[in-house]
C-alpha cells in the first residue's frame, strides 16, 4: 500500500508552490507528484517514502492534508498497459478516483490509481501486475 498525501488549495498556482514548499525546506523528497486546477485553486497530490515527515511538516505549516491509500502497479512497458488495468478496474466495478504515472524503471511502468474499494482493487490487479510494487 502506498500512501498519497493531497493538498488542496485557492488561489494561483504560486500560492500552492508556496505552501508546498515546506517539504523542500525540510529536504523531503518527492517521488512523483500530480498538480490538477480544482474549483477555486489547486489540488496537488504526491507520494514520498517520508511519510511521517510529511505528516509533522504539513501539521507544523498549519497546512491542511489528506491522506489517500492508493494502489500502485507495475506493468511491462508496453503499449496498452495502463488501459488493461483501468478497464479490469472498471469491469469489476471498482470506481477510479484519480490516476497517474509514478515512473518507470527498464521495461516496466509503474502507475498509481486512487480507487473506491482498495482490497478489491488489489486482488484484480494482482492479476495483472506486481501490485505495490512501488
Known amino acids: 500500500m502506498a500512501t498519497e498525501f493531497e493538498v488542496r488549495l485557492d488561489g494561483p498556482t504560486s500560492s500552492l508552490l508556496k505552501a508546498i514548499e515546506v517539504l523542500a525546506e525540510e529536504k523531503i523528497n518527492l517521488d512523483t507528484v500530480s498538480i490538477a486546477p480544482a474549483a477555486h485553486g489547486y489540488v496537488v497530490r504526491f507520494l514520498t517514502g517520508a511519510d511521517e515527515s510529511v505528516r509533522t511538516s504539513m501539521m507544523k505549516a498549519d497546512l491542511p492534508f489528506r491522506e489517500n491509500q492508493v494502489l500502485v502497479i507495475q506493468v511491462p512497458n508496453r503499449p496498452g498497459q495502463w488501459l488493461r488495468v483501468a478497464d479490469a478496474l472498471a469491469k469489476a466495478g471498482v470506481e477510479v478516483s ?24 488489489k486482488k484484480i490487479c494482482t492479476k495483472l501486475g506486481r501490485c505495490d510494487g512501488y
Open 98 to 121: 484519480h490516476t497517474y504515472q509514478v515512473g518507470g524503471k527498464g521495461r516496466n511502468n509503474f502507475f498509481a490509481f486512487g480507487v473506491s474499494d482498495y482490497g478489491k482493487a
